[in-house]
């Protein structure tokens, strides 16, 4: 199972490291006017996307097999990792809305200001902040 955890673990930093990345893109281009400079940014959104939604599965899939291997008996009366898979499963819809953002940029159709991306790329900082206090901690 360690072994699981392990993998679990650098699949997760490597989705964060994409995660985290992303929404700025999405900032420079809701800044930019130059057709040149937004075409770029769309090739790099996509690809990005495409690299990192594997690691998000893979972490998700072992996530998985650790709570229903041992996690779910270990941790039954304990509420923190209910409130850790709330939070998760927050982070995959911020996922997927990025690459509604991403379909967006591409079809000209995004009205977020870059003001709202510098706000949206605070989000999953913030659910990685709680969640690694919570197991860690185990506060409740």
């Not at 993998?7 to 490291?17: E, P």
């Not at 929404?23 to 770029?40: C, G, Y």
């Not at 996530?63 to 941790?75: K, P, R, S, V």
Request: aromatic share 22%; glycine share 4%; hydrophobic share 55%.
């Amino acid at each position: 199972m360690l072994w699981i955890k392990a993998f679990h673990i650098i699949f997760l930093v490597s989705w964060f490291a994409g995660i985290f990345y992303l929404p700025r893109l999405f900032v420079n281009h809701a800044m930019t006017d130059s057709d040149a400079v937004k075409e770029q940014l769309q090739g790099m959104e996509y690809r990005l996307y495409r690299f990192i939604t594997p690691f998000a599965i893979l972490t998700l899939i072992l996530g998985l097999w650790m709570y229903f291997d041992y996690a779910q008996a270990l941790y039954e009366h304990m509420y923190w990792l209910d409130i850790k898979l709330f939070l998760t499963a927050l982070l995959y819809v911020y996922h997927i809305y990025c690459g509604i953002i991403i379909r967006n940029f591409k079809e000209g159709k995004n009205t977020r200001s870059h003001v709202f991306f510098r706000w949206f790329n605070e989000f999953p900082v913030l659910i990685l902040f709680a969640v690694v206090i919570l197991v860690v901690v185990k506060p409740i």
